[in-house]
């Protein structure tokens, strides 16, 4: 049974720095896409970085050179590494997998088809 549980949200001022890990069970991270996911308050959940198999990396473009996604196979966690923090990334933040090897909609919150439950980070100016 895959399961996905986040950690290391919190609450910062703008131009500092989070990383968030999800722990994964049930399977290999390094074995199919994964991506982070926010929601932000009375907006739709968007993509912001996945990484396939193969560890190719996306990011959507507000958060390229700040954000980098990254995982570990010993520890089997995903994690993102969030610098220079700007209000507008206040959201809950999701990790998700989909089983498959690369991320063909890796754009696409319903192409995923597991989801941790989120971690809320908090961005003040």
């Known amino acids: 049974q895959v399961r996905l549980v986040e950690s290391g949200g919190g609450s910062v001022q703008a131009g500092g720095s989070l990383r968030l890990s999800c722990v994964a069970s049930?399977?290999?991270?390094?074995?199919?896409?994964m991506g982070w996911f926010r929601q932000a308050p009375g907006k739709e959940r968007e993509a912001v970085a996945v990484i396939d198999s193969s560890g190719s990396r996306g990011y959507t473009d507000s958060v390229k050179d700040r954000f980098t996604i990254s995982r570990d196979t010993a520890k089997n966690t995903l994690y993102l590494q969030m610098n220079n923090l700007r209000p507008e990334d206040t959201a809950i933040f999701y990790c998700a997998t989909k089983s498959e090897p690369f991320c063909y909609r890796g754009t696409d919150p319903s192409w995923f088809n597991y989801w941790g439950q989120g971690t809320q980070v908090t961005v003040s100016s």
């Open positions: 049930g399977y290999t991270v390094g074995a199919m896409c």
